[in-house]
């Protein structure tokens, strides 16, 4: 027993689980495929915006993702790197898949934030990193594209302090930017590190200038090495030294400078994580803390992804191990059904490409087919009834009703939107009173890929059209009278509003309705009745009750 415990601690501090954020364009899947490539997971990097290329970025497998030359899906991607076993996460960029983000970000125990040096902090990594924030996740920044002309590295310091409220510690400064970019001065190791261009390929070891106050450096790169030596005399004088605590608690960022497409910066970050990111930690349930080094396996799905493999019609289960050892063919529970488990066919992966798995360990993402047993939110473990929390769903902002155009293909339609909704690409409503599905998103793109994966992927053309509803409110029941009472009134409810009240994947009642001002008129009308703008799938909690 004591070596069996000896090796779950020994194989915890071994993990690395991090996604990777940033607002769309600033280089993340371009940065995820060179992290790959040094860590020796792949030996080519893909493109990752040219449509007609032969390759295409690693992380992106779906068919529309190699069309458009963008991230509409997180993807996962395993890999060893200095004895450490990475589990790295790349998240969508753009807005309109925020929801999967957010589901992502409780799965990892860091994040590694890339900003564009031209552009600086945009919208959405203020939004993400608002998510980190909430969840005190440990945050590095990377400084992408110093190859281009960008802004001043003192302004971007100060953007970077400013926005996200935490203090920003360099690792390396930049000498120059654009075609005059020189390198960066690595300040822990007292060197430079000298640019050059190069895009596929793994290079050598970058040419190094020892010491920052090294003659040669003013000789060979003038006056931006001279700009370059006052900054970072600012900066050191500004800014703290790097503390490990504030680090893990979120309030202190590492930041490092590079250039992604060049591999330049990349060995550095991917260095930073094994050395300074945590290896996993407790996990939160209703019932107690579960500690990553636990003899019991325990674990929580926190995506679905459907079609990874078009010509199998799968379904996977993406699962963060919480807690103990993972064996393949050992039997699980699911909490919310008590239904039992013995997957056999587990895999690991590198995005689309899996490999069968024999075993797992805390902060290990692992996936398990599923054909309908599995929701987001589940919890699995040995036995024991434990609900991790912390799997939000929001409500949605935009609605459209669809029609299949073929009525020969209804069948296909509503496996396809039953599949994409338990998915969690799109939050799909039946209506109680009609017949008419509707489809809820954050924004258009939810809508525009929706349709092209029900045609691609389930062969059924469909009709999204305008749908009158702008808001949605899950709603919910508690009386003091009890259980028996909370249901007669909530039924009550949805009788006398059924034309207005939907059920969603999980047969959660939603009620929909066309302006803000019909919600406050609703809730004075029925004060025994709470409404909700986001519910949490463990057991059906809902976190957070709005008044509109």
Not at 239 to 249: I, K, R
Not at 382 to 409: K, N, Y
Not at 447 to 459: D, I, P
Request: charged share 25%; net charge negative.
């Amino acid at each position: 027993m004591n070596d069996t415990v000896e090796r779950i601690a020994h194989e915890v501090r071994r993990r690395r689980t991090f996604a990777i954020i940033s607002h769309p364009d600033a280089g993340k899947t371009t940065l995820t495929e060179k992290l790959l490539l040094y860590s020796g997971a792949i030996q080519i990097a893909g493109s990752v915006k040219a449509r007609k290329a032969t390759r295409h970025a690693t992380s992106d497998w779906m068919e529309i993702e190699k069309q458009r030359g963008i991230s509409v899906a997180s993807s996962v991607m395993q890999m060893e790197y200095r004895d450490c076993v990475i589990n790295l996460l790349d998240t969508p960029g753009h807005q309109d898949f925020s929801e999967d983000t957010y589901r992502v970000l409780t799965a990892v125990d860091a994040a590694l934030m890339v900003i564009d040096a031209a552009n600086g902090v945009e919208p959405q990594t203020r939004r993400l990193l608002q998510v980190c924030r909430a969840r005190n996740t440990p945050i590095l920044t990377f400084v992408n594209k110093m190859d281009r002309e960008v802004k001043a590295p003192l302004d971007l310091f100060d953007e970077i302090e400013a926005e996200l409220g935490m203090s920003v510690v360099p690792f390396t400064w930049p000498v120059g930017m654009g075609k005059l970019f020189g390198g960066v001065l690595d300040l822990r190791r007292d060197q430079m590190r000298v640019f050059s261009g190069g895009e596929d390929r793994l290079k050598g070891g970058d040419d190094t200038i020892e010491g920052l106050h090294n003659p040669a450096l003013a000789q060979r790169f003038g006056t931006d090495y001279q700009q370059a030596a006052g900054e970072v005399e600012l900066v050191r004088e500004a800014a703290p030294g790097f503390d490990e605590d504030a680090f893990l608690s979120g309030r202190q960022t590492p930041m490092f400078f590079g250039s992604a497409i060049n591999n330049f910066g990349v060995q550095e970050v991917l260095d930073a994580l094994v050395d300074l990111a945590p290896p996993p930690g407790p996990k939160a349930a209703l019932q107690r803390t579960v500690q990553p080094t636990e003899p019991k396996f325990s674990g929580v799905v926190f995506k679905i992804q459907a079609n990874m493999d078009p010509a199998h019609r799968d379904r996977i289960a993406f699962l963060r191990v919480a807690s103990g050892h993972f064996e393949r063919g050992m039997r699980l529970k699911v909490t919310r059904s008590g239904k039992e488990l013995r997957p056999n066919t587990v895999v690991s992966f590198l995005s689309q490409r899996r490999e069968l798995l024999e075993e797992a360990f805390a902060g290990d993402i692992i996936g398990i087919p599923n054909h309908g047993v599995l929701q987001l939110g589940d919890t699995l473990s040995e036995g024991e009834a434990l609900q991790f929390t912390g799997l939000p769903f929001f409500a949605p902002e935009m609605f459209r009703s669809v029609e299949v155009a073929d009525p020969l293909r209804t069948k296909q339609l509503r496996a396809g939107l039953t599949q994409l909704g338990e998915e969690g690409a799109i939050q799909v409503f039946r209506p109680v009173a009609g017949s008419v599905l509707l489809l809820g998103a954050v924004g258009q793109l939810q809508f525009e890929v929706v349709a092209h994966r029900l045609e691609h992927e389930y062969g059924c053309k469909a009709r999204i059209l305008p749908a009158r509803y702008n808001v949605a409110r899950w709603v919910t029941c508690e009386l003091e009278e009890g259980p028996a009472a909370s249901e007669r009134e909530l039924k009550r409810f949805i009788d006398g509003n059924a034309h207005r009240v939907a059920l969603d994947a999980v047969d959660a009642p939603c009620v929909l309705l066309e302006y803000a001002g019909e919600l406050r008129a609703m809730q004075e009308n029925w004060p025994k009745i709470k409404f909700h703008a986001l519910r949490e799938h463990a057991g059906l909690v809902f976190q957070k009750q709005l008044d509109g």
